[in-house]
């Protein structure tokens, strides 16, 4: 039976998280923070970030730059906006910089391709997709407006409620916030 060490358990963290381990991962199995650098130090794993390490050996997928962007800004970060509609490849939108929202000011360094945006969300409004944080798609439609041409966001919102992303009573509340009349 393999031995329960310290790269192991951190290892076992990072798979439900797309190879990605932080700090606070750490502290939650059991692994004192030292011993991220530690391990990377030594090769299989890399610093992408503040506080932010990924295992070379987790296959790699097509959200992985979403969930590194939202561990990049910090603890309570989520996707917003036009970051969430390309995340359910909504709206043909591919932003450059991907927009991930903060409740709080966020001084850690962030890649250029992130851009953090203040925001206060209710708590009914955050949910994970495929394990990652971000608005709901309703939320997201009505933040994109200014963004995302408005057509695309009611082409985006007929097809999220087609495709079981939106409630009936969401995808009246987002038209009409498009400003959409039946």
């Not at 299989?44 to 992985?64: C, I, L, Q, S």
């Not at 939202?70 to 910089?97: E, I, M, N, S, Y």
């Amino acid at each position: 039976m393999p031995r329960n060490t310290n790269r192991r358990r951190l290892w076992q963290r990072a798979l439900d998280h797309y190879g990605y381990v932080t700090t606070e991962d750490a502290r939650q199995v059991g692994v004192p923070p030292v011993e991220l650098r530690k391990i990377a130090k030594r090769g299989g794993m890399a610093h992408v970030g503040h506080g932010v390490y990924r295992f070379d050996d987790v296959p790699r997928t097509p959200e992985d730059p979403y969930m590194e962007a939202v561990l990049q800004v910090g603890p309570g970060a989520f996707l917003t906006q036009d970051a969430v509609l390309a995340l359910h490849h909504l709206a043909l939108v591919a932003p450059k910089r991907m927009r991930v929202g903060a409740n709080r000011r966020v001084r850690t360094k962030v890649p250029n391709y992130v851009e953090v945006v203040r925001q206060d969300v209710d708590a009914g409004e955050i949910t994970t997709y495929e394990g990652i944080p971000a608005t709901t798609i309703a939320r997201a439609l009505i933040d994109s407006r200014g963004l995302v041409m408005n057509e695309r966001l009611i082409e985006a919102a007929e097809e999220a409620l087609e495709r079981g992303l939106l409630l009936q009573r969401d995808f009246k509340r987002v038209m009409e916030k498009l400003d959409v009349t039946s």
